[in-house]
Nanobody, 130 residues
Framework: QVQLEESGGGSVNSGGSLRLSCVIS????????MGWFRQAPGKEREGIAA????????YYADSVKGRFTMAQDHAKNTAYLEMNRLKPEDTARYYC???????????????????????WGQGTQVTVSS
């Protein structure tokens, strides 16, 4: 079973920064895409950034564009999310997802991936206070 583990969450003041990491534990699994989603209490899970691991465009939600940067280290099976100028409305649990079969159906649109082909981490909490 492929496992993803996020880290780097925490509590910061508004305007602060955090860097999230997501490691895929199975070295034999080669993803074709990875993404970051977040879910606040009482809200649906939303896609905020996604990337094709072989190169190409990175896609961002309007709510984070210009503040968040997604990067990847394909050799380490790791993705990162650099979050700057954090706002209280960024408070949520952040999840990493990896996929290799249905990337084209969700990466450009930041929609939820196919649950039969994607692997999710357990999430890491980000809390931004005003």
């Amino acid at each position: 079973q492929v496992q993803l583990e996020e880290s780097g969450g925490g509590s910061v003041n508004s305007g602060g920064s955090l860097r999230l990491s997501c490691v895929i534990s199975d070295d034999t699994y080669s993803s074709n895409c990875m993404g970051w989603f977040r879910q606040a209490p009482g809200k649906e899970r939303e896609g905020i950034a996604a990337i094709y691991t072989g190169g190409g465009n990175t896609y961002y939600a309007d709510s984070v564009k210009g503040r968040f940067t997604m990067a990847q280290d394909h050799a380490k099976n790791t993705a990162y999310l650099e979050m700057n100028r954090l706002k209280p409305e960024d408070t949520a649990r952040y999840y990493c997802v990896a996929d290799r079969a249905s990337c084209m159906t969700w990466v450009p649109y930041l929609t939820l991936p196919d649950m039969d082909t994607a692997y999710w981490g357990q999430g890491t909490q980000v809390t931004v206070s005003s």
